[in-house]
């Protein structure tokens, strides 16, 4: 009864089967991987994701996270079951039949059932062993007699009498448990080798799907470019623009297409390596010595070779869209407009303000359209890179060298959040990596129903009559060297301009609080602008 109740704990509410890879939901319900990977695949169309137990709202497609110690639970009764459906062995004593027998005496060579076991003699000659069946193998094929030792001389394994002809000859006679257990430290090795070579291809899979997202918006913000260069040059440029972009979509596409295709490498090598863990550590949970070496024979886990692999070179060569080629057949086109052009492409002015991911640290969450951060509890376990910040805060993919622009951020409800803008050579890790602390950063941070506006560690109090609007806006006036923040209430509130000498481009900055108990406080950006 108790193994039936025990079964039920055990199984997948969608496949009714016992657990294969449990992973964990954030709602707490546990189901097999590839189960749960098959229901939300086939929710993506709907965009609705919700967990099939609790039907809780997950709100964008959750994150699986293995769960070790039921995989380890479900793996150990899979193998216990077997074992009972496949044996079938029983007490040796019992009038009733078919008593299940829970040990077997080797000296004596026959199964006891539990109430025979407390009965049957304790001299140290009745050596007890699992319930497996006595077969020929794990006999001396001389002596008739269960082997219990191993020769490290001829690497075979010894009866009792074996072993007293050995030892007369000098060699070197160990019992199967001490040359199994050495044997399982040496796959407990492997296994830990394997196991850190599947977390590096993880983190390079992971790495690729970054810059592959990152290339896609990058593609979409040169498309945008050139939209607007073809506007400006009328429409006498028009087969130009057409062609260049063909040529930056045909890019686009053979580099998303190699990342693609080197993902999948990385995917397969790692499912093999998974294969191999797994047969490593069913061989370390084998009780029976004779059965890890002889199951362990002709098997090759792991080449020393292996270690000189590509998974510590940093970082992947990975193949980006090539500007100077599109440069290039623009200038051709249109040598009268050049100056334009240079605008365009050498400035790169965004069209758009976007999210860099690869600056926000592991525990901001960005939403797929780069445009809003929230903190998170759970690591996003993104490639550690010299630009990743500490603390919660992100810059954006875009910077500003000239002109003049406005953008604006909005905050989900009241709490502390701070936003500014930044050099990109502002420190990325301690508390001169915080908006305002030194002199590469400017900006305000909402705090208390205050607006304090910072800039090289100075600070400057504001205490609006009303509580402080969710929403800012920041203008920039690069050549005059001014930045200001307003406050979009009803009416708009001027708050500060810092006047300063830029002697770098500019990136906007958003910080968000980074503690517990703050996962629904969200910054977004709204709008951007170009004014001139």
């Known amino acids: 009864m108790a193994s039936a109740d025990l079964r039920d704990e055990l199984n997948c509410s969608i496949c009714l089967n016992i657990y294969r890879d449990p992973v964990t939901l954030r709602c707490g ?19 609705v994701y919700t967990c099939p137990d609790c039907r809780e709202d997950l709100q964008e497609r959750p994150a699986l996270k293995k769960n070790s110690n039921l995989s380890n639970i479900a793996q150990r009764f899979h193998s216990l079951q077997l074992h009972h459906e496949e044996t079938n062995v029983f007490c040796a004593y019992c009038i009733q039949p078919q ?103 993880e983190e390079k899979i992971q790495s690729l799907k970054w810059h592959d997202k ?34 930056v979509s045909k890019q686009g596409k053979q580099v998303s297409t190699s990342v ?11 499912d093999e390596l998974y294969s191999k863990m797994d047969h490593l550590e ?27 692999d590509d998974y510590d070179k940093e970082p992947y060569m990975v193949e980006d869209l090539d500007e100077a080629l599109i440069s290039q057949m623009l200038h051709k086109g249109i040598s009268d407009l050049m100056k334009v052009v240079e605008d365009v492409y050498g400035c790169q002015e965004p069209t758009d303000l976007l999210l860099d991911v690869d600056t926000a640290s ?33 810059l954006s993919m875009e910077s500003f ?25 502002i420190e990325r890790k301690g508390d001169r990596s915080v908006i305002g602390d030194t002199s590469k950063s400017w900006g305000v941070l909402v705090f208390n129903n205050k607006f304090i506006m910072r800039h090289d560690g100075k600070k400057m109090i ?28 009803d009416p708009v509130i001027h708050l500060h301009t810092f006047t300063a000498t830029f002697s770098e481009p500019l990136h906007a900055v958003i910080r968000v609080p980074g503690e517990k108990g703050q996962e629904d406080f969200k910054v977004t950006i709204r709008s951007y602008q170009k004014v001139k």
């Open 401 to 425: 060298c000239s002109g003049q622009h406005r953008w604006e951020v909005e905050s989900s409800r009241s709490g502390y959040w701070a936003v500014g803008m930044c050099y990109p050579s």
């Open 29 to 47: 319900h546990n189901f097999c991987q590839a189960c749960i990977d098959n229901f939300l695949r086939a929710q993506h169309e709907t965009g």
């Open 99 to 201: 008593v299940p027998a829970v040990i077997c005496c080797r000296h004596c060579e026959a199964f006891l059932c539990d109430h025979h076991l407390r009965v049957h003699s304790k001299s140290p000659k009745h050596v007890f062993s699992e319930p497996l069946p006595i077969l020929d193998n794990r006999k001396c094929s001389v002596h008739k007699k269960i082997l219990q030792y191993f020769c490290t001389e001829h690497s075979m394994c010894l009866c009792d009498s074996c072993k007293q002809d050995c030892e007369l000859s000098g060699h070197h006679v160990q019992s199967l448990d001490d040359v199994a257990q050495v044997k399982k430290e040496t796959f407990r090795n492997i296994y830990d080798k394997l196991s850190s070579k599947r977390d590096r291809a």
């Open 282 to 308: 069913q061989l370390c949970n084998v009780i029976d010595p004779l059965m890890v070496l002889q199951q362990s024979e002709g098997h090759c886990f792991y080449n020393d070779d292996d270690e000189d």
């Open 362 to 394: 592991n525990n901001l969450h960005i939403s797929e359209d780069l445009k809003t951060i929230s903190w998170s509890e759970e690591s996003q376990n993104r490639p550690e890179r010299p630009p990743r910040f500490q603390s919660s805060q992100v």
């Open 462 to 489: 504001i205490s609006p009559q009303n509580p402080p609007c969710s929403r800012l806006r920041i203008s920039l006036d690069y050549e005059a060297g001014q930045m200001a923040f307003y406050e979009m209430g």
């Open 260 to 270: 693609s295709d080197l993902i999948k490498h990385l995917e397969i090598e790692k």
């Open 214 to 247: 990152k290339l896609n918006a990058k593609t979409a913000g040169m498309t945008k470019r050139l939209n607007t260069t073809y506007t400006e040059t009328k429409n006498h440029l028009k087969v130009l623009v057409n062609k260049v972009q063909s040529e």
